[in-house]
């Protein structure tokens, strides 16, 4: 058992600071491919995982809503 919760603490700090009452709309998916991102960095992912956060950036709309046009 960790004898304290500091990492715990800042992933949901972090979480905090990416899900605002603007973007309150982010899947569970979006969220957590922005929390690796921003905890990891483009360079401490393997392929694999920047590849999966790629795909979701690609397939999803960040706000899960119907977005007009382009």
Same mark, same amino acid.
């Given at each position: 058992?960790?004898?304290?919760? #500091?990492?715990?603490?800042?992933?949901?700090?972090?979480?905090?600071?990416? %899900?605002?009452?603007n973007r309150?709309?982010?899947?569970?998916?979006?969220?957590? #491919?922005?929390?690796?991102? %921003?905890?990891?960095?483009?360079?401490?992912?393997?392929?694999?995982?920047?590849?999966? =956060?790629?795909? =979701?950036?690609?397939?999803? %709309?960040v706000c899960?809503?119907? %977005?007009?046009? =382009?």
């Amino acid at each position: 058992m960790p004898s304290s919760t #500091a990492s715990v603490e800042r992933l949901f700090s972090l979480m905090n600071n990416l %899900c605002t009452t603007n973007r309150n709309r982010l899947s569970q998916d979006t969220l957590t #491919a922005l929390m690796m991102l %921003c905890r990891e960095g483009c360079q401490q992912l393997s392929d694999d995982q920047t590849s999966k =956060i790629v795909v =979701i950036f690609k397939t999803r %709309c960040v706000c899960e809503t119907q %977005c007009p046009p =382009i």
